[in-house]
């Protein structure tokens, strides 16, 4: 195998397995539903769908404010302590929330 040593082949397979096995939790992104745990619950109530029913909607295909209309994300972009990747996730849940049939 590519005229490796035994040891640098136990290495490379080592090395591999566990790249193999961090690559996909890794990859997945942050967490919503902790992040609205973590970060939202304390203020906004425990149920995320209750706040997203109450308070959101589906706006060709964007989450928006009931209130006026503009969108979560731009909310999210100065509301909370989010990295932009969380509150992309967190609009993705939301969004997912509030399209499940009640």
């Known amino acids: 195998m590519l005229g490796l040593s035994n040891a640098a082949r136990a290495i490379l397979l080592a090395g591999i397995t566990v790249a193999t096995a961090v690559a996909p939790s890794a990859m997945a992104g942050p967490d919503p539903a902790a ?35 503009s969108a979560l994300r731009a909310l999210l972009d100065h509301h909370g302590r989010q990295r932009a990747d969380e ?7 939301f969004g997912e929330l509030l399209a499940k049939p009640k």
């Open 35 to 69: 992040i609205y745990e973590d970060r939202c619950a304390n203020c906004h109530g425990t149920d995320a769908r209750k706040l997203a029913r109450e308070t959101m909607k589906l706006d060709g295909g964007r989450v928006v404010l009931n209130e006026d209309g």
């Open 87 to 93: 509150a992309d996730a967190l609009t993705m849940y």
